[in-house]
């Protein structure tokens, strides 16, 4: 019986021991591919948004592409809308309806998908959820755990890139079930950008709301 007691305590302390090591791992992926986004200068990549809401069934999907350099510099581009900012003031036409908002920059900005993985991966607490693919890319699954409960994504799982630290996928679901999933198609850090992706061409025959002289 003693015998039998401790290999159980040894088996018990092995499980302990690899949930505390797998834990580890976890925020050691977290850190690294964290410090990889806020270390990029020039981002450029393309993406795939699927939104299903849980109640009628419907699903919504749209592509775009992502481009990022410094100095609170972006583009962001769908099929029915596009931002600018030149790092002071934002820019968004909205095509559908013909209409542009022009506003300053500030901290209530909508997050960038970028912004979006840091703010995760340091506001959240990671655990090793086990390993998958996107698109062939051998990565780990992280499940990431609001650590303040008044988040309103109490819980999201992202997909990390073994080699690069590159996250492919990121997937949540709201408190009515609906789930929202952006997957990167295409991820570039390019040496620079052009400086005409951060102008705003402003289209003939629109509606211009400008909120900057409110």
Known sequence: MWFRARQISWVLVGILLSQVG???TAEEIARKTRQRYEGAKYLALRFQQVFEWKLTGERQEIEGTVQVAPGERYRVET???LIVCDGKTVWTYNRPIQQVVIDRLGEDRTPLLRDLVVRYLKDYAAELAGEGEVDGRRCW?????AKNPAELVAEIT???DRERYIVWQTEETDANGNRNRYRVLSFEEPASLPETAFHFDMPPSVEVIDLRVH
């Open 141 to 145: 699954v992280l499940r990431l755990r």
């Open 79 to 81: 099929p029915t809308q």
């Open 22 to 24: 797998q834990a580890q």
């Open 158 to 160: 992202v997909w990390v």
